[in-house]
């Protein structure tokens, strides 16, 4: 493992109990970060505070995205904890099923759009004038393959990541003159829990998409979220990050 040097920075991870987001919480910590760990499941994320609090200090909030009021609360307390917050990788995201685009149920639409785009915008409204205050920070979105070329069969998904691409490159801009930088991950499929929401024919077609044939592991998820999240990576903002095994166009 390659070290990067992340020491007495204070970082907050969106979904950090499980998948990429705990792969992600514990490559920070291996390189010096303080981490706390944002999720909706309270026994998730007891036992990532469990299993990680013996690599570094970890702080747990129990968040629930979709809601402004939850997310500035979370702010506080993650605040109050660390002193200040230099790192915020908006990793929480669903996937919302698999169907046709005129028979996604409208309900699941609009929690998709809560979680995947709203959350990263309420976490971004709350911290980013703690990083300003700061003169300094990093900002990671996971966003997908998908936002760049809309998978069938996923519309409300492909949506949602295609407008946190399109949140990077505008929060980027605004902030390219005040030593924050804003920069997104577009994996293609990564290994996690998350392949359980959608059916299999979904799955076997992303697979067939990969030149690679294979999907993507977390752990390469989390050395590229490490490295965009360091101060050594201060010339990139705006910018899209592809890990897609060759899929990737453009």
Excluded at 26 to 46: F, P
Excluded at 157 to 168: F, G, M, P, R
Excluded at 186 to 212: E, G, N, R
Aim: net charge negative; charged share 15%; aromatic share 6%.
């Amino acid at each position: 493992m390659n070290q990067i040097d992340l020491s007495n920075r204070n970082a907050i991870v969106t979904g950090g109990a499980r998948g990429i987001g705990r792969a992600i919480a514990e490559r920070l910590l291996a390189s010096g970060a303080s981490v706390s760990l944002w999720d909706v499941d309270n026994a998730a994320l007891a036992e990532a505070w469990a299993e990680l609090g013996a690599h570094g200090t970890v702080h747990i909030a129990t968040v629930d995205l979709s809601d402004l009021a939850s997310v500035q609360r979370a702010t506080r307390e993650t605040l109050a904890q660390f002193g200040k917050l230099d790192i915020l990788v908006n990793n929480a995201g669903i996937t919302g099923g698999n169907a046709k685009t005129w028979e996604i149920d409208p309900a699941d639409w609009r929690r998709v759009m809560d979680i995947n785009l709203n959350g990263p915008f309420y976490c971004c409204h709350s911290v980013v004038p703690h990083l300003l205050t700061n003169g300094y920070g990093r900002i990671v979105n996971i966003a997908s393959i998908a936002g760049k070329e809309g998978n069938p069969n996923a519309a409300h998904y492909s949506a949602s990541k295609a407008a946190v691409i399109a949140l990077t490159k505008s929060l980027g801009k605004e902030l390219a003159t005040a030593n924050i930088t804003v920069n997104a991950v577009a994996p293609a499929v990564i290994a996690t829990d998350i392949l359980a929401q959608m059916h299999t024919s979904h799955i076997d077609y992303m697979l067939s998409k990969i030149p690679m044939g294979r999907f993507g592991k977390k752990e390469e998820a989390a050395a590229l979220v490490a490295w965009l999240s360091s101060e050594e990576c201060s010339f990139s903002t705006g910018s899209v990050f592809d890990l897609s095994g060759g899929r990737a166009t453009y």
